[in-house]
Nanobody
């Protein structure tokens, strides 16, 4: 079975930084893409950043220039470096992966349980 586990969330002051990690475990054959989504109270879940197997990245306009996504293929881990955090970044951040299991014939989408990021003074 595939499992995604996020870590690194917490409470930070505006202007601070956090680094989120998402470790994927299980019998994974390949990743098509991994990304981070977030959902703030009263808002829809939105894409924050995404990285494909080819290294292409996408970012929400609201985080461009402040956030960076990276991966460690050997560890099946994706990171989200968040700098210059703003109160509006407060949300639950979810890891997402589109991957193919070794026993599978197609790719599937997986979600972590989320980690809370709170930006407040």
């Amino acid at each position: 079975q595939v499992q995604l586990v996020e870590s690194g969330g917490g409470l930070v002051q505006p202007g601070g930084s956090l680094r989120l990690s998402c470790a994927a475990s299980g019998s994974i054959f390949s990743f098509n893409a991994m990304g981070w989504y977030r959902q703030a109270p009263g808002k829809q879940r939105e894409l924050v950043a995404r990285i494909t197997s080819g290294g292409n990245t996408n970012y929400a306009d609201s985080v461009k220039g402040r956030f960076g996504i990276a991966r460690d293929n050997a560890k099946n881990t994706v990171y989200l470096q968040m700098n210059s955090l703003k109160p509006e970044d407060t949300a639950v951040y979810y890891c997402n992966a589109d991957l193919t299991q070794r026993s599978g014939l197609r790719s599937d989408n997986y979600w972590g349980r989320g980690t809370q990021v709170t930006v407040s003074s």
